[in-house]
């Protein structure tokens, strides 16, 4: 049995953790020869190239520039990276005949390839919606509303959920949505795949040493939020709560990530100098885990604006590390429901900040509370976002 996977994501290391990466490695692990097909980018000056890992196949597609570039150079690159991938999947799998083709949103320009696959081949194919665009850039301003850009990406959007047989959504929030504002679609075939990872065993010892490396209080307890900086979060929300972050009594709040909006918050810590809130490019995967396996608090911002249920893939590197959540979200997300049902975490509405540093106090003192949340989420976790368990969502298609 063959499966295709096509992302813009980097799977050179197909053994890293992550929630693509794990469903890969999981569909590998059952038997199903998996081809990946994901972009090397320009700058790494590498061609388009065919390799082999135990039962998993890379295509590597040669393509300009998509992240660490300018919007502009990013946005070309996304829009050819359809032919592109075509091209190549054309030339090197093209003795190959697949069972199954999954793709991922971000982007939603895959529509060449998968409706060539799905007529040569004719492939079941199965989307992970993953991003709702392009309302979600409609929210936060960043086009317009039904103008020529929204109307040629919504025209892209309608064909690639036509393409698909099935559709993966994160939540229940996003099933609701797709459906309501896409009445073309068959409810049949929309159904929740949440993001699911292969959890690590439980941490026992907590060793602090790394909080030295950082320039933190043993004593402090760490606040970690790990991630995209850019718009969808809701910079000027970030940049109060580092304004008032003092007020928590020995918490610290560690910010890690990259995104358009870096230079910004990194700007703002300049000038405010917070004794207590600190800033950090990128981390390795490993760094990052290993920091997580000792921070006490997951912190999760999305902008009020937004009128999407957004459902960050963040909050599984949380659980899977029994940390409580802190979020600071627009009401229109289910991921606060999650935190209830799940009973990990507190949830503020973004732009509330009184809200949210009353919360951030609460977890900062308590201790008690904060293993408790953290003890509920992991078990949360363990139900519902392991991998070994909704990998039998995609594979009752096959």
Known sequence: MNVLFITLLNMENVDERGIYTDLVRELASRGINMHVVFPRERRTKLPTE???????????????????????????????????????????????????????????????????????????????????FPQNAVDIDLIKNRGFIW?????????????????????????????????????RNVEVFPNS?????????????????????????????????????GINFILKVIENFHKVDSGHLLIVGSGTE???????????????????KNLPKKEYD???????????????????????SRLTSYLEYSLPILAATDKNTDLKDILSEAESGLWSESEDIESFIDNAKLLSTNKELRTQLGLNGRKYLEAHYNIKETVNIIIKHL
Request: glycine fraction near 4%; hydrophobic fraction near 35%; aromatic fraction near 10%.
């Open 50 to 132: 065919l390799t082999s890992i135990r039962n998993i196949k890379l295509l590597k597609v040669r393509t300009g520039n998509i992240t660490k570039t300018s919007f502009i150079e990013k946005g070309l690159s996304t829009l050819t990276i359809d032919k592109q991938y075509l091209k190549a999947v054309k030339k090197y799998l093209k003795d190959v005949r697949f069972d199954l083709v999954i793709y991922s949103t971000p982007p939603i320009t895959f529509v060449k390839v998968v409706n060539y696959l799905k007529k040569k081949h004719e492939s079941k194919t199965y989307l992970l919606l993953k991003d709702i």
């Open 151 to 187: 109307r040629y990406f919504r025209k892209k959007e309608k064909k690639l959920y036509q393409l698909s047989d099935k559709i993966g959504c994160m939540s229940k929030g996003n099933v609701n949505y797709i459906l309501q504002h896409n009445s073309f679609i068959d409810k």
């Open 197 to 233: 990872i292969e959890p690590v065993e439980i941490r026992v010892n907590v060793n602090k040493e790394i909080y030295k490396k950082y320039h933190i209080s043993e004593e402090s307890t760490l606040f970690v939020y790990g991630g995209n900086l850019g718009k969808p979060q």
């Open 290 to 312: 290993k920091l997580l396996e000792n921070a006490d608090v997951g912190l999760i911002f999305l902008d009020k604006r937004f009128t999407i249920p957004n459902f960050p």
């Open 262 to 280: 870096y230079k910004k918050i990194e700007k703002h810590i300049h000038n405010a100098k917070p004794k207590n809130v600190s800033l950090h």
